[in-house]
């Protein structure tokens, strides 16, 4: 794909013969949402709340998390929105939120599950953030990390929709692609994060530079995980995004579409790329590449056949 193509997409996102795929962008806080807006992103697919919090003692005020929600929301506004809660823990510990010493923090209290030890920490942040969308008078979609059964997805969706938001959760355990089809009715969109959705099905640490090849979005184990969840998706008339670094890369964002996702968020930076080579194939192009995918053991073989699929 070449760099005018690139330089000079203004989107809408869709293939060449015009399948609409939602090219969004993910955001950390008001400055990168600003900067996301000049892009050609149709709006935020993923905000990760967590890391306007790095480093803070103490849990941030009702109105203090409120400003900076409404801040994200007023960038975008008019267009699609989702803020993810405090994906807190492992990676990215929070130390109002993370108490306890843990022998593996990646398998731990971490994400949505601080919440059940401690509901309040969920309650206010969904407080501020109806606060924030009332104040922009925008409709926020709100969405979990690390949702591992249909129970918790329901425990979730109900505190959600308890203030007039739209409930969604992500799917980045192996056992939440497993069961999409139920934790679809409790909800009303998914979004797959695929570093970890990597990481846990072939139990290799997204950190480790060491495991790299393992913990790669390219595995066509990963990728039949995505295509599970897509077809739950279409099957439930909901929509399915992904807003893990997998749909940062061209030629897999064009696999991913294949696949049936319906929206691919992704650092500002990449947007272009990837909407301008989304652009460039026909939706059964897409689709022959992710059947090819599907058919490898390996992100090797599945990188080439891709290739070959789409060129
Ligand atoms: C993911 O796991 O793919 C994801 C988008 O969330 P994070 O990278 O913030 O864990
Ligand atoms: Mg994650």
Known sequence: IDRERVSTWTGPGQTADGRPVDVLANVQDGAGARAAASTAAAGIGLFRTELCFLGRETEPTVDEQA??????LEAFAGKKVIIRTLDAGSDKPLKFANHQEEANPALGVRGVRIAWQDMGILDRQLDAIASAAASTNSSPWVMAPMIATPAEAKRFADAVRARDLVPGVMVEIPAAALLADQILEHVEFLSIGTNDLAQYTMAADRMSSELADLADPWQPAVLALVAR???????????????????????????????????????????????????????????????????????????????????
Do not use: F, H, N, W
């Open 67 to 72: 400003a900076i929600y409404a801040e994200v």
């Open 229 to 311: 969840t897509a077809q739950a998706g279409q099957a439930a008339g909901k929509r399915v995004g992904v807003c893990g670094e997998a749909a940062a890369d061209p030629l897999l964002a064009c696999v991913l579409a294949g696949l049936g996702v319906s929206s691919l968020s992704c650092a500002a930076a990449s947007v272009a790329g990837v909407g301008a080579k989304v652009g460039s194939v026909t939706m059964a192009q897409c689709e022959a590449a992710a059947a090819a995918v599907l058919a490898t053991g390996d992100p090797v073989a599945a990188r080439k056949a891709a290739a070959d699929a789409i060129s």
